[in-house]
C-alpha cells in the first residue's frame, strides 16, 4: 500500500512541472436574456470545441495560456468573435449575441459532436446509450441493454431473479457494472439495473474489452457504466413516475434537483419503488408435472406460483457544485431494501415454496471532482463508497412441491416431505453480513495540449460474516468470516496527434488481492461439543497492460483497435460462495488471464437530403486462461440443477463480431437494426493432470446464446390531437438462436429459437410536463428462455405516467 501512495506523490510532483491550460465556461443568451441551446463554441484555430446546452451553458476545457479568439455561432444567431486572454486556471465568459433575422435556406447542416459520439470514437470498442427517448417509456434499464449490440442480458426469470451479464461471449464477474465508475456490487443486491429506471439516467456507457482509465479495475471481458442525471448548469427540477401492467406489476420513481446559483449549493434526491407478484404462465419444453406414480408430464401449462419481487431504494446527495475548490464536492447516503421469493434454484427441475431472501444496504458515499486543481491541468477526482449490507436467507419448508403450487402426493395420497428438510437442502435461517469500501481515484494531467498523463487507483475490501441458526456450534457464538481486499494501480498515457487525427491510450496495470477465510466446524460427543477453527489465506500479485487507439481518415470515417492483456481476480461470491444465489464456495478458484483484440470502424452519419445513416462494426477476439464460470453439467441423467458453483474452466477462445446500422429520416422516424455473432470454443485439448484428450475440446461452451439480433423502429408524429403535442410509437424485435444448455449434444437440453417483439407509443402533452405511454411487450406470446433454460414473461402490457416540473 505504500508503493500505491508514494507512486501518487511522486507523479503530483512531477507534474507541476509542465505546461499550464485554462477551463472556460459561461452562458450564451440574446441580448433579451434568452438562453441559446446548441450553439457552437469554438477556440480559433484549434480542435477546442464545445456546444451549449438547452439552458445556454457551455464548457470549453484545455484551453493553452496565451491569446484566443472565441466564436459562437448558431444559425438562429449572428456569429461572434470573442478576444480573450487566458492567462488564469478558470474563466467565467458569459457571451450575448443578436438574433438573426427572418432567412431563408434550401439547406442547413449543423455538425459538431455530442458526447456520445466523444465516447465512441476514443478507440474503445463501445457503446453510448442515450436514454432521453425512453425514459418515458415503461422500459426497464436490463431492457434496453438487451437490446445493445454485443449484450445479452441473462436473467433467470422475471423481475427480481438473478442477472447477468453478456458481452460478446465473456459474461459473470468478467463484465463490470458501474453506477458513475463506483462497481455497482457495493451498493448491495437490493439496489440493481432491476430498480433503477431509465428516467434517473443520463446515458449508458457499455465498452466491450479495453476499458477507459477511469474504469479501470480487474475486469476482462468489458463493463456498464450507468451515469446518472446530475442536473449541473441546468435549472432546478423535479420528475416523477408511476406505471402499472401485467403480473400486478407496479413501478414508480421521483428524482429532484435544487442547486443555489450564488452559492452552489446542491441537492440531488432520487427514490424508486417496484413490486411484482411474477406469476406469469409458463408452459415451455422445459415445465412439468410429476403424477404421483412418477409419470412426468412435460410442456405442462401453469403459472409461478411463489416469485414475488419487492424493492425500495433511495439516493440522498448534498453538496456543492461549480465552486472555485470544487466541481464536484457531495455526500451521499444510499438506502435500499428488497424481499425476493425464490421460485426454483439454477434450473426449473424444482419448484420451491417458502424460501425467501431479504437484503438491506446502508450507504456512504463522496464525491470530490476538480479540475485545475493546484495549477493548470492538474486534475483530481475521488469516488468513496463504504455500505452495511444484510442478506437474510430463509428456507425451513419441508413438503415437495409441484408445478401447480401444490404439495406432491405419493401413490397413496400421503404428502411427500423433502429428505434434507429444505426446499434447496438443509433447512436455513442465516444472516450474512458485509462491509464493503470502494475508493476510486484518478490523477491525471495535461502534459502539452493533447497530451495527458494519468494514474488510477481502485481500493476494494469486502468483511464478511455468515451465522445460521440452524447450524450446529452457531449458539456458541463461532461465525464464520470471509475477508477479501484488492488494489488495482494504472498508469495511462493519452495522445492525440497527427492534427488530432490519432488518439491513443497506453497503459499498465498491477493487481494485489488477498482472501482470509475462517471457518468452524462442531462436533458433538457424549454430550460435549468441540469446534475445529479452519482459516485459508491466500494472496495474489499479477499485471497487464494495452493499447486503445483510433484514427480519423475523415469525420465521418474513423478506425478503432485496442489490444490487451488482463487479469481478473476472483469476487467474494466466487470464492466464498453467495446462498442467496444459489452459489456454493470454491476457495480454490484462481485468477483468469485474457489476451483481448478488437478491431472496428464507425461510418457516418451521412446526410442524403432528408436521410442519415451510420454504421458501425467491431471484430473481436478473446484468449482465456482458467476460464471463470459457473459449472455446467455434463450428465443427461442430471439435470435438476439446484446449486452451482464457479470453477476454473481451462482455456476457452471466443472469436466474433457484431454490427449495428442506424437510419434516421427527417428526424420523425428512426431506425436501427444490429447483431452479434461469436464462437466460444473449449480450447483445453489434454487433461493436467491425467494426459487424457478432453471430451468437450473445441466444443461450444454451453448456456451461452452466441448469435443475437435487434431491430428498433421508432417514428415521431407533431401536433396530433393537440397543437405543440408528439406522439412516438415504437416497435422492437429481439432473436436468439438456439443453444445447449449442458455440454453433452442433446436436442432435448437446447434453448429453442426466440423471437419476442414488442410495440409501444408515448403521447407527449403541449406543456411538456405530463407523458402518458402503453407498451405490450412479447405481443404474440413467444416462449423466451435464458440460463439452464429457465422460461421468461410471455405477453405483458404495462401503462406508465410521467410528470416532471423543469423549472421551480
Given at each position: 500500500?505504500?508503493?500505491?501512495?508514494?507512486?501518487?506523490i511522486?507523479l503530483?510532483?512531477?507534474?507541476?512541472?509542465?505546461?499550464?491550460?485554462?477551463?472556460?465556461?459561461?452562458?450564451?443568451?440574446?441580448?433579451?436574456?434568452?438562453?441559446?441551446?446548441?450553439?457552437?463554441?469554438?477556440?480559433?484555430?484549434?480542435?477546442?470545441?464545445?456546444?451549449?446546452?438547452?439552458?445556454?451553458?457551455?464548457?470549453?476545457?484545455?484551453?493553452?495560456?496565451?491569446?484566443?479568439?472565441?466564436?459562437?455561432?448558431?444559425?438562429?444567431?449572428?456569429?461572434?468573435?470573442?478576444?480573450?486572454?487566458?492567462?488564469?486556471?478558470t474563466?467565467?465568459?458569459?457571451?450575448s449575441?443578436?438574433?438573426?433575422?427572418?432567412?431563408?435556406?434550401?439547406?442547413?447542416?449543423?455538425?459538431?459532436?455530442t458526447?456520445?459520439r466523444?465516447?465512441?470514437?476514443?478507440?474503445?470498442?463501445?457503446?453510448?446509450?442515450?436514454?432521453?427517448?425512453?425514459?418515458?417509456?415503461?422500459?426497464?434499464?436490463?431492457?434496453?441493454?438487451?437490446?445493445t449490440?454485443?449484450?445479452?442480458?441473462r436473467?433467470?426469470?422475471?423481475?427480481?431473479?438473478?442477472?447477468?451479464?453478456?458481452?460478446?461471449?465473456?459474461?459473470?464477474?468478467?463484465?463490470?457494472?458501474?453506477?458513475?465508475?463506483?462497481?455497482?456490487?457495493?451498493?448491495?443486491?437490493?439496489?440493481?439495473?432491476?430498480?433503477?429506471?431509465?428516467?434517473?439516467?443520463?446515458?449508458?456507457e457499455?465498452?466491450?474489452?479495453?476499458?477507459?482509465?477511469?474504469?479501470?479495475?480487474?475486469l476482462?471481458?468489458?463493463?456498464?457504466?450507468?451515469v446518472?442525471k446530475?442536473?449541473?448548469?441546468?435549472?432546478?427540477?423535479?420528475?416523477?413516475?408511476?406505471?402499472?401492467?401485467?403480473?400486478?406489476?407496479?413501478?414508480s420513481?421521483?428524482?429532484?434537483?435544487?442547486?443555489?446559483?450564488?452559492?452552489g449549493?446542491?441537492?440531488r434526491?432520487a427514490?424508486?419503488?417496484?413490486?411484482?407478484?411474477?406469476?406469469?404462465?409458463?408452459?415451455?419444453?422445459?415445465?412439468?408435472?410429476?403424477?404421483?406414480?412418477?409419470?412426468?408430464?412435460?410442456?405442462?401449462?401453469?403459472?409461478?406460483?411463489?416469485?414475488?419481487?419487492?424493492?425500495?431504494?433511495?439516493?440522498?446527495?448534498?453538496?456543492?457544485?461549480d465552486?472555485?475548490?470544487?466541481?464536484?464536492?457531495?455526500?451521499?447516503?444510499?438506502?435500499?431494501?428488497?424481499?425476493?421469493?425464490?421460485?426454483?434454484?439454477?434450473?426449473?427441475?424444482?419448484?420451491?415454496?417458502?424460501?425467501?431472501?431479504e437484503a438491506?444496504?446502508n450507504?456512504?458515499?463522496?464525491?470530490?471532482?476538480?479540475?485545475?486543481?493546484?495549477?493548470p491541468?492538474l486534475?483530481?477526482?475521488?469516488?468513496?463508497v463504504?455500505?452495511?449490507?444484510?442478506?437474510?436467507?430463509?428456507?425451513?419448508?419441508?413438503?415437495?412441491?409441484?408445478?401447480?403450487?401444490?404439495?406432491?402426493l405419493?401413490?397413496?395420497?400421503?404428502?411427500?416431505?423433502?429428505?434434507?428438510?429444505?426446499?434447496?437442502?438443509?433447512?436455513?435461517?442465516?444472516?450474512?453480513?458485509?462491509?464493503?469500501?470502494?475508493?476510486r481515484?484518478?490523477?491525471?494531467?495535461?502534459?502539452?495540449?493533447?497530451?495527458?498523463?494519468?494514474l488510477?487507483?481502485?481500493?476494494y475490501t469486502v468483511?464478511?460474516?455468515?451465522?445460521?441458526?440452524?447450524?450446529?456450534?452457531?449458539?456458541?457464538?463461532?461465525?464464520?468470516?470471509?475477508?477479501?481486499?484488492?488494489?488495482?494501480?494504472?498508469?495511462?498515457?493519452e495522445?492525440?496527434?497527427?492534427?488530432?487525427?490519432?488518439?491513443?491510450?497506453?497503459?499498465?496495470?498491477?493487481?494485489?488481492q488477498?482472501?482470509?477465510?475462517?471457518?468452524y466446524?462442531?462436533s458433538?460427543?457424549?454430550?460435549?461439543t468441540?469446534?475445529?477453527?479452519?482459516?485459508?489465506?491466500?494472496?495474489r500479485?499479477?499485471?497487464?497492460?494495452?493499447?486503445?487507439?483510433?484514427?480519423?481518415?475523415?469525420?465521418?470515417?474513423?478506425?478503432?483497435?485496442?489490444a490487451?492483456?488482463?487479469?481478473?481476480?476472483?469476487?467474494?461470491r466466487?470464492?466464498f460462495?453467495?446462498?442467496?444465489?444459489?452459489?456454493?464456495?470454491?476457495?480454490?478458484?484462481t485468477?483468469?488471464?485474457?489476451?483481448?483484440?478488437?478491431?472496428?470502424?464507425?461510418?457516418?452519419?451521412?446526410?442524403?437530403?432528408?436521410?442519415?445513416?451510420?454504421?458501425?462494426?467491431?471484430?473481436?477476439?478473446?484468449n482465456?486462461?482458467?476460464?471463470?464460470?459457473p459449472?455446467?453439467?455434463?450428465?443427461?441423467?442430471?439435470?435438476?440443477?439446484e446449486?452451482?458453483?464457479?470453477?476454473?474452466?481451462?482455456?476457452?477462445?471466443?472469436?466474433?463480431?457484431?454490427?449495428?446500422?442506424?437510419?434516421?429520416?427527417?428526424?420523425?422516424?428512426?431506425?436501427?437494426?444490429?447483431?452479434?455473432?461469436f464462437?466460444?470454443?473449449?480450447?483445453?485439448e489434454?487433461?493436467?493432470?491425467?494426459?487424457?484428450?478432453?471430451?468437450?475440446?473445441?466444443?461450444q461452451?454451453?448456456?451461452?446464446?452466441?448469435?443475437?439480433?435487434?431491430?428498433?423502429?421508432?417514428?415521431?408524429?407533431?401536433?396530433?390531437i393537440?397543437?405543440?403535442?408528439?406522439l412516438?410509437?415504437?416497435?422492437s424485435?429481439?432473436?436468439?438462436?438456439?443453444f445447449?444448455?449442458?455440454?453433452?449434444?442433446?436436442?432435448?437440453?437446447?434453448?429453442?429459437?426466440q423471437?419476442?417483439?414488442?410495440?409501444?407509443?408515448?403521447?407527449?402533452f403541449?406543456?411538456?410536463?405530463?407523458?402518458?405511454?402503453?407498451?405490450?411487450?412479447?405481443?404474440?406470446?413467444?416462449?423466451?428462455?435464458?440460463?439452464?433454460?429457465?422460461?421468461?414473461?410471455?405477453?405483458?402490457?404495462?401503462l406508465?405516467?410521467?410528470?416532471?416540473?423543469?423549472?421551480?
Amino acid at each position: 500500500m505504500k508503493q500505491f501512495w508514494l507512486t501518487n506523490i511522486l507523479l503530483l510532483l512531477c507534474t507541476v512541472l509542465f505546461a499550464q491550460s485554462a477551463t472556460i465556461s459561461g452562458r450564451v443568451q440574446l441580448t433579451d436574456g434568452t438562453p441559446v441551446s446548441t450553439a457552437t463554441i469554438q477556440v480559433e484555430g484549434s480542435q477546442l470545441i464545445s456546444s451549449s446546452d438547452d439552458e445556454g451553458f457551455y464548457t470549453l476545457e484545455g484551453v493553452p495560456y496565451g491569446k484566443h479568439t472565441i466564436i459562437v455561432s448558431s444559425i438562429e444567431i449572428i456569429s461572434k468573435r470573442t478576444p480573450l486572454e487566458v492567462n488564469k486556471p478558470t474563466y467565467e465568459l458569459p457571451i450575448s449575441v443578436d438574433p438573426r433575422g427572418d432567412i431563408k435556406l434550401n439547406e442547413v447542416r449543423v455538425t459538431r459532436n455530442t458526447v456520445k459520439r466523444e465516447i465512441e470514437t476514443q478507440g474503445f470498442a463501445v457503446n453510448v446509450i442515450e436514454t432521453k427517448e425512453v425514459a418515458a417509456r415503461n422500459i426497464q434499464t436490463n431492457e434496453l441493454l438487451d437490446r445493445t449490440v454485443g449484450v445479452r442480458v441473462r436473467q433467470s426469470g422475471g423481475l427480481g431473479s438473478e442477472v447477468e451479464y453478456n458481452l460478446n461471449g465473456m459474461t459473470g464477474r468478467s463484465v463490470g457494472i458501474f453506477i458513475d465508475g463506483i462497481e455497482m456490487s457495493t451498493y448491495g443486491s437490493s439496489f440493481n439495473l432491476s430498480n433503477i429506471p431509465p428516467s434517473m439516467i443520463e446515458r449508458i456507457e457499455v465498452y466491450k474489452g479495453v476499458l477507459p482509465s477511469h474504469l479501470t479495475g480487474d475486469l476482462l471481458g468489458g463493463a456498464i457504466n450507468i451515469v446518472l442525471k446530475k442536473g449541473k448548469n441546468t435549472t432546478n427540477s423535479l420528475s416523477a413516475s408511476v406505471s402499472y401492467g401485467s403480473f400486478n406489476t407496479t413501478q414508480s420513481d421521483i428524482s429532484a434537483l435544487y442547486r443555489h446559483a450564488k452559492s452552489g449549493f446542491t441537492t440531488r434526491i432520487a427514490g424508486s419503488l417496484l413490486n411484482t407478484d411474477n406469476d406469469y404462465e409458463i408452459w415451455g419444453k422445459f415445465s412439468k408435472y410429476i403424477e404421483p406414480n412418477g409419470v412426468v408430464q412435460r410442456n405442462y401449462r401453469t403459472k409461478r406460483f411463489f416469485d414475488g419481487y419487492r424493492s425500495l431504494a433511495g439516493r440522498f446527495e448534498f453538496g456543492y457544485t461549480d465552486v472555485k475548490w470544487a466541481d464536484d464536492f457531495l455526500l451521499g447516503y444510499h438506502i435500499s431494501d428488497s424481499y425476493n421469493e425464490i421460485q426454483h434454484g439454477q434450473t426449473m427441475g424444482t419448484p420451491y415454496m417458502g424460501r425467501t431472501v431479504e437484503a438491506q444496504a446502508n450507504v456512504l458515499s463522496l464525491t470530490y471532482n476538480k479540475k485545475d486543481l493546484i495549477t493548470p491541468g492538474l486534475d483530481l477526482a475521488v469516488n468513496g463508497v463504504y455500505s452495511f449490507r444484510n442478506t437474510h436467507v430463509l428456507d425451513t419448508v419441508a413438503w415437495a412441491y409441484n408445478w401447480d403450487g401444490k404439495i406432491r402426493l405419493d401413490m397413496n395420497g400421503n404428502p411427500i416431505r423433502k429428505l434434507d428438510g429444505g426446499q434447496q437442502g438443509d433447512p436455513v435461517m442465516a444472516d450474512i453480513d458485509r462491509q464493503v469500501a470502494n475508493v476510486r481515484s484518478n490523477l491525471s494531467y495535461n502534459i502539452i495540449s493533447g497530451h495527458r498523463l494519468s494514474l488510477n487507483h481502485v481500493f476494494y475490501t469486502v468483511d464478511r460474516k455468515d451465522y445460521d441458526l440452524l447450524k450446529p456450534g452457531n449458539d456458541l457464538g463461532f461465525d464464520s468470516s470471509n475477508d477479501l481486499a484488492k488494489n488495482v494501480l494504472s498508469f495511462n498515457y493519452e495522445a492525440q496527434t497527427f492534427d488530432n487525427r490519432l488518439v491513443t491510450n497506453v497503459f499498465y496495470k498491477l493487481y494485489q488481492q488477498s482472501t482470509v477465510r475462517t471457518t468452524y466446524i462442531a462436533s458433538s460427543d457424549n454430550g460435549q461439543t468441540t469446534v475445529q477453527k479452519n482459516e485459508t489465506k491466500d494472496n495474489r500479485t499479477h499485471d497487464g497492460y494495452g493499447l486503445a487507439a483510433s484514427y480519423r481518415i475523415r469525420p465521418t470515417v474513423i478506425l478503432m483497435a485496442s489490444a490487451e492483456r488482463a487479469v481478473r481476480m476472483p469476487v467474494d461470491r466466487e470464492t466464498f460462495g453467495s446462498p442467496e444465489d444459489n452459489v456454493l464456495a470454491n476457495p480454490g478458484i484462481t485468477p483468469e488471464i485474457s489476451d483481448n483484440i478488437n478491431l472496428g470502424f464507425r461510418l457516418g452519419s451521412f446526410h442524403f437530403d432528408d436521410h442519415r445513416i451510420s454504421l458501425g462494426t467491431n471484430v473481436f477476439w478473446r484468449n482465456v486462461k482458467d476460464r471463470i464460470m459457473p459449472r455446467a453439467n455434463e450428465l443427461l441423467n442430471n439435470q435438476e440443477i439446484e446449486l452451482t458453483q464457479y470453477v476454473n474452466l481451462g482455456l476457452a477462445q471466443s472469436l466474433g463480431f457484431e454490427g449495428e446500422l442506424n437510419y434516421i429520416y427527417k428526424n420523425n422516424l428512426t431506425v436501427m437494426f444490429n447483431f452479434s455473432k461469436f464462437n466460444s470454443l473449449f480450447k483445453q485439448e489434454f487433461d493436467p493432470a491425467t494426459g487424457q484428450r478432453m471430451t468437450y475440446y473445441n466444443k461450444q461452451i454451453p448456456n451461452e446464446p452466441f448469435f443475437t439480433m435487434n431491430g428498433n423502429v421508432q417514428y415521431r408524429l407533431d401536433d396530433l390531437i393537440q397543437k405543440n403535442s408528439q406522439l412516438n410509437m415504437f416497435y422492437s424485435l429481439g432473436f436468439v438462436a438456439p443453444f445447449r444448455t449442458v455440454w453433452p449434444e442433446s436436442e432435448w437440453f437446447v434453448t429453442p429459437t426466440q423471437l419476442a417483439q414488442n410495440v409501444g407509443f408515448s403521447y407527449i402533452f403541449p406543456s411538456r410536463r405530463i407523458i402518458a405511454s402503453v407498451d405490450v411487450k412479447n405481443m404474440f406470446n413467444a416462449e423466451v428462455y435464458d440460463n439452464f433454460g429457465v422460461q421468461k414473461p410471455g405477453r405483458a402490457v404495462f401503462l406508465k405516467l410521467n410528470y416532471s416540473i423543469n423549472k421551480f
